[in-house]
């Protein structure tokens, strides 16, 4: 079946209203947690946050916008680029709230991508369905409604698949072209979109092999000059940084050497552990009845649908292996590509009930299976409160000083939930905290195990200019996983004498607190962290 192009789809543009429609209404409404913090304010200012604490650091001479915008893995140059235009675009509109709704737009364009691949292939029911899932999955859904790049990253990625498609369909220098400009801007955004070609290759070369040796040689012409064009951003923010940094400093960043290098050398007690996470994340996301339905769907469509099952499968291999691998501190949100092409599989495997038993009863049975997990996100954080569960179970740090040992943040609803409507608990933290302390206070948040502390308190002093007194060190040049904590015990020691001191948290691998105990300081809470105070006092 021939697809129509997405604006003169009716199906395609009803999902992504509701889509969109629904993501608004859940968003974040200002201030986030985590890394959230971090890529609004690198959207708001257009500059990477370890770039711009670079103070003792000569910058070449630049004049231009995104002077300091790196390409390290955790920078996103072509993200930064579109919410520093939106920001300064629409002046009258809160910032962040405008920098979230990026998330919003891209996820829901990503879920009419992700209908558009399908239909073709399957009924509109399975395809309707398996949009709806997918959309109102767990991960997928947090990351329409939060700051962050992956629903960008699926809509770049599914978008080029969709004109892969349309290339079969009806073999076009245009469609090709499109295939190479969106790889390259997904790459732009974020390099996992590179490990997508390979797999694509293979299958496209697999599929129809005379296709694409018989074409002429200004088709692929066009295919490398938009995929260029498309990877441009990332190119000229590289040749930026060089410019400062030498080579070996800025291409270790930019390929994550430093979590590849931990990747490497995964235990297999560690990779059985990130295989049962997986298989929990799998679960929250569509249900047991999901996953079984995506078993049932990639086992049937070999016969049924060679094409999409030869294309997806390889793509969640590829995409799931990865995250899998990939050992970061929020590798959750690593498993979302691999969820898109399992709601693929589940789409084949709705296809196959309908096709075997298409009555009202059976149509009306699948919705109500599709709706029920996410209609009880909201539950699940007091559901497993009420059997035992809580932040520290879940590895969820706390936020904050507090002496009965609660934390400022309810992490379960905010990881579990991905409704996010009138959420302002990061906001009002943030404020209220830097805004009590005293004059000249020094807080020390290392930025990699106290993320959400450190980020949320230099968003207010970088962007908004709130509290310049207060030094918050977050110390972004030193290596988190060869932390020098005596050196920062020792640093702690000789402020305390001179001014106020806060620690974000009583981590011993990076303040060293238990010497610190042992040399008489003690910790209390005070305006939402703990402050040093010297034995004597």
Known sequence: MKNLPFWQNRPTISIFLL???VYLITLQPSLAWGDGIRLQREAITGESFILAELTDVQFAHDPFPFAKLGVA??????????????VHALPFVHNLWLVNSLSAVFGALAIACFFQLLRPHLSPLSCGLASLALAFSHTFWWHSTTPEVYTLFLALLLGSFCCLQADFENPQWRTLAGFGLLSGLGMSNHLLAAIALPPVAIWALWQAPRQWWHRPRTDWLWLILAGLLGFLPFVVQLLRMLRTFPLAEVLGPALGENFFRGSLALSLAKLLASLRMYAIFLIYQFAPWGVGLGVWGWWKARQTQPQLWALTSLLY?????FGWVYQVSDQFAFFLASHVFWAMGLAMGIEAVWQKRPTRATMLTLLALTLILPLSYPAMPHLLRATGGSDESFGIPAIGANPAGNSL???????LNPIKTADTNPYSFGTTTLQALPANALVLAEWYTDTDEYFALRYFQAVEGLRPDVQVEGYPRLD????????VSEQIRLAVAERPVYLASLNPSYYGTPSLTEAGFRFVPENGLWRVVAGSE
């Open 480 to 487: 988190p996983f060869n932390f020098p904590s005596d050196r």
């Open 73 to 86: 893995a955790w920078d996103h140059p072509l993200w930064t680029m579109l919410g520093y235009g939106l």
């Open 317 to 321: 291999a590829v995409y799931a292996a």
């Open 409 to 415: 943040r309810d992490g379960l609803n905010y990881y």
């Open 19 to 21: 889509c969109l429609v």
